[in-house]
């Protein structure tokens, strides 16, 4: 798996928009296949992204299919004060005053009801309901 790789579950953004191009590839690829005539790999991708699904549905208002209704990033949860950080700092200097001086991690908190968690390959990931 490349770094590359919409799937990656190791990074820190996923673009769900990349990632619901993959279910429906593996969706189609393999439509009249049990699970023992698909290769190990990807059984366990379109798991993992079957559950995304079932959850962004579920939680979000609209899965994989849909998604209008959530902001096009999956932010793991280890990642999310940075990602709000980059998201509302823009191009502003973050070592000038009084930027420096802003607690980012209770910044991340206060947005953090805007977020839903789904649970994927074991790593909590927030996505934004819109």
């Not at 190990?40 to 991708?45: I, L, P, S």
Request: aromatic fraction near 10%.
């Amino acid at each position: 798996m490349s770094s590359n790789d919409p799937t990656d579950w190791r990074r820190d953004v996923l673009d769900l928009s990349q990632l619901a191009d993959r279910w429906e590839h593996l969706r189609t690829a393999y439509a009249d296949e049990g699970q023992d005539e698909i290769p190990a790999d990807d059984w366990q991708e379109l798991q993992a992204l079957d559950g995304l699904h079932r959850q962004l549905a579920r939680q979000a208002g609209g899965g994989l299919e849909d998604l209008d209704r959530v902001e096009p990033a999956l932010i793991w949860e280890g990642h999310y004060a940075e990602y709000v950080k980059g998201e509302h700092a823009g191009s502003i200097d973050l070592a000038a005053w009084p930027f420096r001086y802003i607690d980012w991690e209770a910044a991340a908190k206060y947005v953090r009801s805007e977020y839903v968690e789904v649970v994927v390959a074991g790593r909590t990931w927030l996505v934004r309901s819109l």
